[in-house]
């Protein structure tokens, strides 16, 4: 059986644009999505910080070293310029590969700059068995 864990978590993503008169997405700076182990097309989910909002969309790629976010179509309704947002992907995975999967962890600052890198045994899944 199957179940789902967290794949890649980019933490503390500032959205630097929302454009409503586009193709919907999720863009990414194509640099953090390989720093994050997120790959074009990949299904997303965008939770903002500041208003609640929780969106499921797909990410494109955004120039390398732009450090944009942007939340593009009917997703740029969700959120604004200068909101911070919790960017997930999730993996399902059989019990058989729970002890090798890691999740990367990134934490950014304010200017959309990793700070912190984590794909450790600290996020490991477990199982608590009776």
């Known amino acids: 059986m199957q179940r789902t864990f967290l794949k890649s978590k980019i933490h503390r993503a500032k959205i630097t644009e929302a454009n409503l008169l586009y ?8 640099d953090l999505m390989d720093e994050a182990e997120i790959l074009p097309y ?18 494109i790629p955004g120039a390398r070293g732009s450090r944009v976010f942007a939340l593009n179509g009917a997703a740029a309704r969700k959120g604004q310029v200068g909101d911070q947002v919790i960017a997930v992907t999730y993996i399902n ?14 934490i950014l600052d304010k200017d959309n700059k990793i700070i912190e890198k984590t794909h450790s045994a600290e996020h490991k899944p477990f199982i608590i068995k009776n």
């Open 23 to 30: 193709e919907g997405s999720f863009t990414i700076d194509e």
């Open 42 to 59: 990949e299904k997303i989910h965008i939770y903002n910080i500041n208003s609640g909002e929780r969106i499921e969309t797909y990410v």
């Open 93 to 106: 995975l059989e019990p058989d590969e729970l002890d090798e999967h890691r999740p990367t962890v990134l």
